[in-house]
């Protein structure tokens, strides 16, 4: 299988194509808006298949799809037992969070915080959801790009470019369909995410002549990945993957807006419980094929080394060889497919970002402070009007966003976790404390958000220490590490992170929960309910 050089024009052909009829629906699905309930949850009455597949294609963005792959090559297998959650996953999430959520038939999730915790947390919430999707679509949309620069065989000078026709696209067909058109096109992306993936086991498989490239034993490029282990510096352990991917999904369907949206778009409770399966299976099954994605391309480039840059290595740089293999490695027009999957991938974030971002400011923001506009059709064109907004604002940022450092998988649960479970909080004090105080609340939420801050950046913590008052990382248990990032070839220096990223998560919710309660129940003692003030 020789290498080629970049893309062909078929390739490109193959990508132009996606884009233009990805608008083309956009366009189709706003013919028949009559209404901002249209708009936002397509009527309540979407089919709970596509609902699940959208919430997939949603949360699984071109950094999963990169980073899975990645991860298995060049860490280890340990991260696939994330697929013993998701069971668990859809029993507390469909017969706990979903009965609650679908008694309350509301455009935004954030409104139900109102009642019981009051306005500010009410807008707390609000504010937390804008930064972390914000934050989440601006760092996709970059490291996407960056990654699409390696498969074009282009130089890294043409990242905002590609930020900027991957972005528009997204945001043109989601600011004209609404959630109907994000949906049906996060079909289309699931199908093509699917299929890049299985061409690329079955063209290593073709180059083998068999299933040669499956290892059969522990690598000896992979870490240690022990079942549990005390020390909280080891990276990956099967207890600590299985909790951390639950409370990330427990968390953030129940509270991102994102995945409450696409519940309240169904019928009932049982039609988002489908919706629910939907998404497990789907995931459950793009997991296992691009983690085989993953053992083929390690087979891949140890029986072929004469193909790895001289800058790149298995163990370093392991979230660069698959883009590196669709670039050079794919026969004509099946590398188009592949690219055409990742501008997918991030387009189906981005779409259902801008649409859940427009509706929490629609509904949270304007509404709520009687700035609703007096017809369905003026309230219709200012929604279209925020999510253009709001796409630009996305792009803009990911165009100059600058470096990512370090590997991609770890990023991602830095950035997410330090809103994902301070929101799923909110909602657990609303909906199923009794009695919450806001000011018991609030205390909790600050406690956890330090909690997540620390734990998410303890290796700049260390390093910071480091630089500015000569403390031996030593002590924490960790050390000064020097990097190349192989795209842009800057070198950089970090501390590892003496925590895990994996505890970020249940570390912060136990922590914001736990104090919460113990502050609702002082301020009780010290000021004695007399009514609940709104």
């Known amino acids: 299988m020789p290498p080629q050089v970049g893309l062909t024009r078929i390739d490109w052909a193959i990508v132009i194509v996606y884009a233009v009829s990805t608008i083309a629906l956009g366009w189709y699905f706003s013919r028949n808006q009559e209404s901002t309930k249209e708009y936002f949850v397509g009527s309540g009455n979407m089919n709970p298949f596509l609902i699940g597949v959208s919430l997939f294609a949603t949360l699984l963005s071109t950094i999963t799809?990169?980073?899975?792959?990645?991860?298995?090559?060049?860490?280890?297998?340990?991260?696939?037992?994330?697929?013993?959650?998701?069971?668990?996953?859809?029993?507390?999430?469909?017969?706990?969070?979903?009965?609650?959520?679908?008694?309350?038939?509301?455009?935004?999730?954030?409104?139900?915080?109102?009642?019981?915790?009051?306005?500010?947390?009410?807008?707390?919430?609000?504010?937390?959801?804008?930064?972390?999707?914000?934050?989440w679509m601006t760092l996709l949309v970059y490291l996407a790009s960056k990654a699409m620069t390696v498969m074009m065989g282009i130089e890294p000078k043409w990242i905002p470019l590609i930020v900027l026709v991957t972005g528009s696209v997204a945001v043109l067909y989601t600011s004209l369909g609404g959630l109907r058109a994000v949906v049906i096109t996060d079909l289309m992306q699931t199908i093509l995410l699917f299929s890049g993936a299985v061409m690329i086991v079955i063209m290593v498989t073709i180059d083998f002549g068999g299933f040669g490239w499956f290892p059969t034993a522990w690598h000896a490029n992979w870490d240690h990945q022990p079942v549990f282990d005390f020390n909280p510096k080891t990276r990956i352990t099967v207890v600590g993957t299985i909790l951390s991917v639950f409370i990330w999904y427990v968390c953030t369907a129940g509270g991102d807006q994102v995945s409450v949206q696409r519940f309240m778009s169904t019928r009932d409770a049982s039609s988002a419980r489908k919706a629910l399966g939907t998404q497990m299976i789907v995931g459950a099954s793009v997991t296992m094929v691009l983690s085989l994605v993953g053992f083929a391309l390690l087979g891949y480039f140890e029986a072929h080394p004469e193909f790895i840059p001289e800058?790149?290595?298995?163990?370093?740089?392991?979230?660069?060889?698959?883009?590196?293999?669709?670039?050079?490695?794919?026969?004509?027009?099946?590398?188009?497919?592949?690219?055409?999957?990742?501008?997918?991938?991030?387009?189906?974030?981005?779409?259902?970002?801008?649409?859940?971002?427009?509706?929490?400011?629609?509904?949270?923001?304007?509404?709520?402070?009687?700035?609703?506009?007096?017809?369905?059709?003026?309230?219709?064109?200012?929604?279209?009007?925020?999510?253009?907004?709001?796409?630009?604002?996305?792009?803009?940022?990911?165009?100059?966003?600058?470096?990512?450092?370090?590997?991609?998988?770890?990023?991602?649960?830095?950035?997410?976790?330090?809103?994902?479970?301070?929101?799923?909080?909110?909602?657990?004090?609303?909906?199923?404390?009794?009695?919450?105080?806001?000011?018991?609340?609030w205390i909790g939420m600050i406690l956890g958000i330090a909690t997540a801050l620390i734990l998410a950046f303890s290796g700049a913590v260390v390093f910071f220490l480091h630089e500015k008052l000569g403390i031996d990382p030593a002590m924490f248990g960790t050390e000064i590490?020097?990097?190349?990032?192989?795209?842009?070839?800057?070198?950089?220096?970090?501390?590892?992170?003496?925590?895990?990223?994996?505890?970020?998560?249940?570390?912060?919710?136990?922590?914001?929960?736990?104090?919460?309660?113990?502050?609702?129940?002082?301020?009780d003692i010290i000021s004695p309910r007399k009514e609940i003030n709104q």
């Open 65 to 135: 799809y990169l980073s899975l792959p990645g991860e298995v090559l060049g860490k280890g297998p340990v991260f696939l037992t994330r697929l013993f959650a998701l069971p668990l996953v859809f029993l507390v999430v469909g017969y706990v969070l979903i009965p609650v959520y679908m008694r309350q038939r509301v455009t935004s999730a954030y409104e139900l915080l109102e009642e019981k915790l009051g306005l500010g947390l009410r807008l707390l919430g609000v504010i937390m959801f804008l930064m972390m999707r914000l934050v």
């Open 311 to 441: 800058k790149l290595s298995l163990k370093e740089n392991a979230d660069d060889f698959f883009p590196l293999f669709i670039a050079f490695h794919l026969p004509m027009g099946v590398s188009g497919l592949v690219v055409a999957a990742m501008f997918a991938a991030a387009m189906s974030s981005i779409d259902s970002g801008v649409n859940s971002i427009t509706a929490v400011v629609m509904t949270d923001l304007l509404d709520r402070f009687g700035l609703k506009p007096k017809s369905e059709k003026q309230h219709i064109l200012i929604a279209r009007l925020l999510a253009l907004s709001i796409g630009a604002t996305i792009v803009f940022g990911s165009m100059y966003i600058g470096n990512i450092e370090g590997n991609i998988t770890k990023v991602t649960a830095k950035v997410v976790n330090l809103f994902v479970t301070p929101l799923f909080s909110l909602f657990f004090f609303a909906l199923f404390v009794r009695s919450p105080r806001p000011a018991g609340v």
């Open 481 to 523: 590490i020097t990097k190349i990032d192989p795209v842009t070839n800057q070198e950089y220096r970090l501390a590892n992170d003496p925590i895990s990223f994996l505890w970020i998560g249940p570390v912060a919710l136990t922590v914001n929960i736990a104090s919460g309660l113990i502050a609702c129940k002082i301020v």
